[in-house]
């Protein structure tokens, strides 16, 4: 009986850790809204020096990109909320098998997400960058 509720107490303990990571993930992409809007609103802004070589070509082709990554990181949410709802299966696994497969899932979810929140850095800095060196002033 001791063991049973050792290993119950584990697994509990292992979905409530994927279950944090999920949260943070969330976190990760309601910070990210925020610096959309801003990026775009940036963007959108007339305050830039106008006679700026090919400005209209890169800022369009930065809205593009963040289109992109609005609509990335919309699939990933919507992924990330089956997963969630998911893990409660995990405490019903009774062979590593089955518990590997949660976590298979899990890593493969994590990649997607750093990913995507990778390349927005990457994308934001690169924005930020660029407007910085033409912004009228």
């Known amino acids: 009986m001791e063991k049973e509720h050792i290993r119950t107490s584990q697994k509990n303990k292992r979905v409530k850790e994927l279950h944090w990571k999920t949260q943070q993930w969330k976190t990760h992409f309601q910070i990210m809204d925020d610096e959309l809007i801003l990026a775009e609103r940036l963007l959108d802004n007339q305050i830039f020096r106008p006679k700026t070589r090919n400005i209209f070509e890169r800022i369009q082709e930065y809205k ?14 919507s992924d990330i909320s089956i997963h969630e709802n998911n893990l409660g299966g995990m405490l019903n696994c009774t062979d ?42």
């Open 64 to 77: 593009i990109r963040i289109k992109k990554i609005k609509n990335t990181k919309k699939a990933l949410l």
């Open 96 to 137: 590593n098998e089955c518990k590997l497969i949660f976590y298979r899932n899990h890593d493969k979810l994590r990649t997607k997400v750093d990913s995507c929140i990778e390349n927005f850095q990457k994308l934001k800095l690169e924005i930020f960058n660029y407007t910085d060196g033409i912004l009228h002033t």
